[in-house]
């Protein structure tokens, strides 16, 4: 885990005017219909417009989710005082996908993006409805389980994780599958493991 405390400088929000939005997001779009292989790599700041909070936000923040936990942590630890956040987190399994998830699901859908890969674990391109073989979830998923022998996987509605040895994988659950009854294992991917090959 990262902590750090970046300097002001490092933190700087930026917020256009909507003129300049409006002009950027046209040369974006025109980039997107002329591309032969466009495809989108998303990050925690996907997922924060759903109130799930982020790492890296600087301790001052615009974000009604307040300052990326890392950040959050560091400040605390050097006491630096925290501002608080305008709403508190939603879990993520409360969260729902937002418009730019929907956004996305959409350009799928009509083969103008041909592929997502995201960073993310919360599951909500997922529930975006953005079909398995178009996405490579490269952290893992908090909800998606897999068994061990037959590689079967399972979508749950709840974190599938529940080892609190943080390179401890198997869930305590099996496959349901009578032929194999494999152990399950979360998909989350920690500090210090490989992304996984598929992926």
């Known amino acids: 885990m990262t902590d750090t405390v970046r300097s002001k400088k490092d933190c700087k ?4 005017e909507d003129f ?3 002009k950027k997001a046209g040369i974006l779009a025109d980039a997107i219909k002329n591309a032969k292989h466009a495809y989108a790599f998303t990050g925690a700041g996907i997922s924060t417009s759903a109130g799930i909070a982020d790492f890296r936000s600087g301790v001052n923040t615009v974000l009604d989710t307040g300052a990326g936990l890392w950040e959050k942590r560091a400040a605390v630890k050097q006491g630096i005082a ?3 956040p305008k709403k508190v987190a939603t879990s993520t399994l409360k969260a729902y996908p937002t418009y ?17 890969v ?4 919360d599951g909500l391109h997922k ?4 079909p398995a073989h178009l996405l490579a ?3 893992g998923n908090s909800n998606l389980e897999t068994c061990k022998k037959c590689k079967r996987q399972y979508l749950r509605d709840y974190k599938a994780r529940n080892n609190k040895k943080v ?3 198997e869930t305590g659950r099996i496959c349901d599958d009578p032929k194999c009854g494999g152990a399950l294992r979360d998909s989350i991917i920690n500090f210090g493991e490989n992304l996984p090959t598929k992926e």
């Open 13 to 16: 929000e930026y917020f256009d």
């Open 20 to 22: 300049i939005l409006a």
């Open 82 to 84: 925290v501002k608080a």
């Open 100 to 116: 730019t998830h929907m956004a996305l699901k959409k350009l799928l859908d009509v083969g103008l993006l041909k592929f997502l």
């Open 118 to 121: 995201s960073q993310n674990t």
């Open 127 to 130: 529930r975006s409805g953005v």
């Open 137 to 139: 979830e490269l952290h």
């Open 167 to 169: 390179h401890e994988h």
